[in-house]
């Protein structure tokens, strides 16, 4: 450890695991600069029945038209589909796929975040310190 001879005082050192944090977090937030368009929901393949008196799907067995791909999503708390055509399914996966990397990055920026944040707290505040045992509680006075 350098011992500081100098009369000006020493500039405040941030603590390595923060220094660590920030790089790891820099490099998140680099990975989110990069990131393209997403959507958020899912991609799912459905059958479905046209109801169609006579079509094959209301046969006994049936046979159900698709499958289909879907876009399916919350809005507003309320589940919503979109029929995704073959042209556009590539597209969906990509900005779904997106969507997902997205919040595993945000998670991670939180996390380190906290931490990091935690230690900077204490850096300010110094160690914990031990809890004095409280003094047995006395009555309050009653204003009235
Ligand atoms: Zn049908």
């Known amino acids: 450890m350098k011992v500081n001879h100098s009369l000006t005082p020493q500039p405040i050192v941030e603590p390595a695991a923060v220094a660590r944090d920030r790089q790891r977090y820099a490099a998140l937030r680099q990975q989110i600069a990069q990131l393209g368009f997403f959507r958020r929901g899912t991609l799912g393949r459905i059958f479905q029945r046209c109801g169609k008196l006579g079509c094959r799907c209301m046969a006994d067995p049936p046979q159900l038209h698709g499958p289909y791909m879907q876009w399916t999503r919350k809005v507003a708390g309320k589940t919503v589909t979109v029929r995704v055509p073959p042209p556009q399914i590539e597209l969906f996966q990509e900005w779904i796929a997106n969507s997902r990397q997205l919040d595993r990055l945000r998670v991670e920026m939180q996390k380190i975040s906290l931490r990091a944040t935690e230690r900077m707290l204490r850096e300010v505040t110094g160690p914990k310190k031990k809890k004095v045992p409280r003094p ?9």
């Not at 047995?136 to 009235?144: F, I, K, Q, W």
Request: hydrophobic share 45%; proline share 11%; no cysteine.
């Open 136 to 144: 047995a509680a006395t009555p309050r006075n009653v204003v009235g």
